[in-house]
């Protein structure tokens, strides 16, 4: 986004305005008389409004204008925030954003939907209002006010002011040319009008100091009764009339844009400034005619390194952003789903201060979606079969978060009625995604409910039951480089729990060679290394099992899976590495030692690849292959069910 550019400011600015007004909306679904709540979607509304008619959005402004003088009837007790008028001004909300998007493209749709979600606000506010009697109001006012010198700089428009008290009744309206300056020392960026308003109509003090409510502590502001005036009709109900107005918005296409702290700009700037520092000294070395001093060449490549090292921490700390964000917005799918499957559903939301890369957010809303529409559905059951089964009527989803390591959890836990494990099974052998009686481990059979096409549900319903969404779900995850673990107990309910990457561009690996080709593994998912056992050299016993203190760990040789003709080494190691419950060994002929890697994506003609994920280039300028561990993992199951089978067949 441009620093010069005020229409991608203010795109940025609504959008978060929309989420706080749809926070304060959702809130208020469970305190419909929280007075604090009704204000803060007012206030939300009246910016809004003011904001897009500065900025040219006249649509969006017309239509908001409307949402506004709903809640303002809600605000001053003439009607009341019941659920219908809430899930209008939510729908509005995404109306607004609609508009906000199209900019200069306003086709007839939009506008039909605009005026059909206004009628529906009329109709709920009609409802409300019929047993609320209508308070005194005065007949007329006399208001007399002057702006701030700085107003107009700070963004105030005079205009929408005078348009809104234009609204309440017949305005006659005066300019007040007696502050002006001389023109010699006249301030053109300052705002030396001032404004006196005759306002003939049924309108409380209330009403008028609304109007001013975000200027009115800096402002002067008189507002005296007319003490004798002939009043004249009031103008007609603004909600039973109103449409949005279609004017063409000055838009331009929004560009990405993430908001950083300022201190974390201050320590970037700090160590690009050291680094400039560094790099002079480096050049002074290097126009030296005389030898080279290693002991100052080497001083200037440590503070280089350290300062490279502090310089990435800086920079990726800038695309950190906390999980809150992306928890926000299941808020309101889950209202949704509520109303949509007439479950009571509540959501309780941890370890929003967590943070992780921005492209991970960016990527892992859609798949959440599909989690949380399958616990909706399918997890938590209805009301009656709740309480029949001695639980609260209302469903609870809990969305955490936590680090762990070089990794993030989130995990979605629903109190539902958990996997029939045994329904599953049957689902497979009749797709036959797994022979009849296979041995599996209990989150190898979960795993199959993220097989294409599998649904174990009884009928298709508007939400799931097609078998679509979840194949989805683990394809999204995996190309974050993550991984998905389901834990579930009939009768208590499921939790799923992503494990995500902290970030997607730079990772601590294990550099190790197989054969005479170097690899990278994440050290996130080592957990120890060893040495192979002499029995195991050589391949003699081809059990391709390791027995770790008493536990029996699954392994593969790379110098096999790689195919690699290089002679082994004498002594080979083993590197154990883990992803959730599942554990396997990787046979590698030698350990090189940590290192940092930038990770680049592969080609498309290498993207199939199974056993890697990525690459990285190394100091030398050599390629080095990142693995990829849930794949592996896998594989190694797959072999460990085979030689399951085998024994079965020969038993």
């Given at each position: 986004m441009s620093a010069n550019d005020p229409i991608a400011a203010f795109r940025i600015e609504a959008g978060e305005l929309l989420e706080a007004v749809e926070r304060a909306l959702l809130d208020l679904t469970g305190d419909t008389g929280n007075r604090a709540l009704i204000d803060e979607v007012f206030r939300g509304l009246h910016t809004l409004k003011g904001s897009g008619s500065m900025f040219g959005f006249e649509a969006l402004a017309g239509f908001t204008h409307h949402c506004e003088t709903a809640f303002d009837r809600v605000r001053k007790g003439l009607a009341v925030a019941t659920p219908a008028l809430i899930g209008v001004v939510l729908s509005a909300r995404d109306h607004m954003q609609a508009l906000i998007d199209a900019g200069e493209t306003l086709d007839p749709a939009l506008e039909a939907a605009g005026a059909a979600i206004l009628a529906d606000l009329a109709g709920a506010v009609s409802e409300t209002t019929d047993a609320v009697a209508e308070p005194a109001c005065e007949r007329g006012w006399t208001i007399a006010f002057a702006l701030p010198p700085g107003a107009l700089v700070n963004g105030t428009n005079p205009l929408p002011l005078l348009d809104e008290l234009r609204a309440l009744g017949q305005a006659r309206i005066t300019a007040l040319t007696d502050p002006l300056p001389p023109f010699e020392t006249m301030d053109p960026a300052e705002c030396h009008l001032g404004w006196q308003v005759e306002?003939?109509?049924?309108?409380?003090?209330?009403?008028?100091?609304?109007?001013?409510?975000?200027?009115?502590?800096?402002?002067?502001?008189?507002?005296?009764?007319?003490?004798?005036?002939?009043?004249?009709?009031?103008?007609?109900?603004?909600?039973?009339?109103?449409?949005?107005?279609?004017?063409?918005?000055?838009?331009?296409?929004?560009?990405?844009?993430?908001?950083?702290?300022?201190?974390?700009?201050?320590?970037?700037?700090?160590?690009?400034?050291?680094?400039?520092?560094?790099?002079?000294?480096?050049?002074?070395?290097?126009?030296?005619?005389?030898?080279?001093?290693?002991?100052?060449?080497?001083?200037?490549?440590?503070?280089?390194?350290?300062?490279?090292?502090?310089?990435?921490?800086?920079?990726?700390?800038?695309?950190?952003?906390?999980?809150?964000?992306?928890?926000?917005?299941?808020?309101?799918?889950?209202?949704?789903?509520?109303?949509?499957?007439?479950?009571?559903?509540?959501?309780?939301?941890?370890?929003?201060?967590?943070?992780v890369d921005k492209t991970v957010i960016e990527r892992l809303a859609d798949p959440m979606i599909h989690l949380f529409r399958n616990s909706c559905d399918h997890g938590l059951e209805s009301e009656a079969e709740r309480i029949a089964a001695g639980k609260p009527a209302a469903g609870r989803i809990t969305l955490s978060a936590r680090q762990a390591g070089g990794e993030v959890l989130v995990a979605i836990h629903d109190d539902g009625r958990g996997i029939d494990r045994d329904r599953v099974r049957a689902k497979a052998e009749a797709q036959g995604l797994i022979n009849p009686g296979a041995i599996l481990t209990d989150q190898a059979l979960m795993q199959l409910i993220f097989a294409p096409g599998f649904s174990t549900a009884a009928a298709i319903t508007n939400l799931s039951g097609?078998?679509?969404?979840?194949?989805?779900?683990?394809?999204?995850?995996?190309?974050?480089?993550?991984?998905?673990?389901?834990?579930?107990?009939?009768?208590?309910?499921?939790?799923?729990?992503?494990?995500?990457?902290?970030?997607?561009?730079?990772?601590?690996?294990?550099?190790?060679?197989?054969?005479?080709?170097?690899?990278?593994?994440?050290?996130?998912?080592?957990?120890?290394?060893?040495?192979?056992?002499?029995?195991?050299?050589?391949?003699?016993?081809?059990?391709?099992?390791?027995?770790?203190?008493?536990?029996?760990?699954?392994?593969?040789?790379?110098?096999?899976?790689?195919?690699?003709?290089?002679?082994?080494?004498?002594?080979?190691?083993?590197?154990?590495?883990?992803?959730?419950?599942?554990?396997?060994?990787?046979?590698?002929?030698?350990?090189?030692?940590?290192?940092?890697?930038?990770?680049?994506?592969?080609?498309?003609?290498?993207?199939?690849?199974?056993?890697?994920?990525?690459?990285?280039?190394?100091?030398?300028?050599?390629?080095?292959?990142?693995?990829?561990?849930?794949?592996?993992?896998?594989?190694?199951?797959?072999?460990?069910?085979?030689?399951?089978?085998?024994?079965?067949?020969?038993?």
């Open positions: 306002l003939i109509g049924d309108v409380s003090r209330e009403a008028i100091e609304d109007v001013f409510i975000f200027v009115i502590d800096d402002m002067t502001l008189t507002i005296e009764p007319i003490d004798s005036a002939d009043s004249d009709d009031a103008l007609a109900a603004e909600l039973d009339g109103g449409t949005a107005r279609t004017t063409a918005s000055r838009a331009a296409p929004a560009q990405e844009s993430v908001r950083v702290q300022a201190s974390r700009l201050d320590e970037l700037m700090n160590r690009v400034g050291e680094l400039v520092i560094a790099q002079s000294r480096l050049d002074l070395i290097a126009a030296g005619n005389g030898p080279i001093d290693t002991t100052t060449l080497r001083a200037v490549s440590e503070d280089i390194q350290r300062l490279s090292a502090e310089l990435r921490d800086t920079t990726m700390a800038l695309r950190m952003m906390p999980l809150g964000n992306l928890f926000g917005r299941f808020r309101r799918l889950v209202h949704d789903l509520a109303l949509e499957t007439g479950k009571t559903i509540e959501l309780h939301c941890e370890g929003e201060a967590t943070e097609r078998g679509v969404g979840m194949d989805v779900v683990k394809r999204s995850i995996e190309a974050l480089r993550g991984t998905i673990t389901i834990d579930s107990t009939p009768g208590a309910g499921t939790t799923i729990t992503l494990h995500l990457p902290l970030t997607l561009a730079i990772i601590e690996c294990m550099l190790v060679r197989v054969g005479n080709g170097r690899y990278a593994i994440p050290l996130s998912v080592v957990e120890e290394c060893l040495e192979l056992p002499a029995a195991e050299i050589g391949g003699a016993a081809r059990r391709n099992f390791l027995d770790v203190r008493g536990s029996l760990v699954p392994y593969l040789r790379l110098r096999d899976s790689f195919a690699t003709t290089h002679p082994a080494d004498l002594f080979q190691k083993v590197v154990i590495v883990g992803q959730g419950e599942a554990r396997v060994g990787l046979v590698i002929d030698q350990i090189i030692g940590n290192a940092q890697t930038v990770i680049k994506s592969l080609s498309r003609f290498h993207a199939g690849i199974g056993a890697f994920s990525g690459a990285t280039i190394l100091g030398d300028g050599t390629v080095a292959l990142i693995l990829d561990v849930p794949s592996l993992i896998a594989q190694a199951q797959d072999a460990q069910a085979g030689l399951g089978d085998q024994i079965g067949e020969a038993a």
